[in-house]
């Protein structure tokens, strides 16, 4: 069973800095595919930003620059710092786990993160 632990959201005030963390257990994690979602209210989730087991990542268009995705194979956790915070960062966060044959999608169960303006 694969599962995931995010933590770091919280409140910040524009213009500031936090870093998510999500634990990952049940898969080998080196192989995984890893990415943060994001959900703000009334609103669809959507990709922030990924990474693939070589390292290669991908970033949204409004959080390039801003935000940087990292992995730690030997701690099995993803890193998503976020620089330069803006109001509409204001949501929900979600870690998503791809393993091989990389057809499931492992979701934890997310973490505030608030930008007041």
């Known amino acids: 069973q694969v599962q995931l632990v995010e933590s770091g959201g919280g409140l910040v005030q524009a213009g500031g800095s936090l870093r998510l963390s999500c634990v990952v257990s049940g898969s080998i994690f080196k192989l995984n595919y890893m990415g943060w979602y994001r959900q703000a209210p009334g609103k669809q989730r959507e990709l922030v930003a990924d990474?693939?087991?070589?390292?290669?990542?991908n970033y949204a268009g409004s959080v390039k620059g801003r935000f940087t995705i990292s992995r730690d194979n030997a701690k099995n956790t993803v890193y998503l710092q976020m620089n330069s915070l803006k109001p509409e960062d204001t949501a929900v966060y979600y870690c998503?786990?791809?393993?091989?044959?990389?057809?499931?999608?492992?979701w934890g169960k997310g973490t505030l993160v608030t930008v007041s303006s």
């Open positions: 990474i693939t087991s070589g390292g290669g990542s």
């Open positions: 998503n786990a791809r393993p091989p044959p990389y057809d499931m999608n492992y």
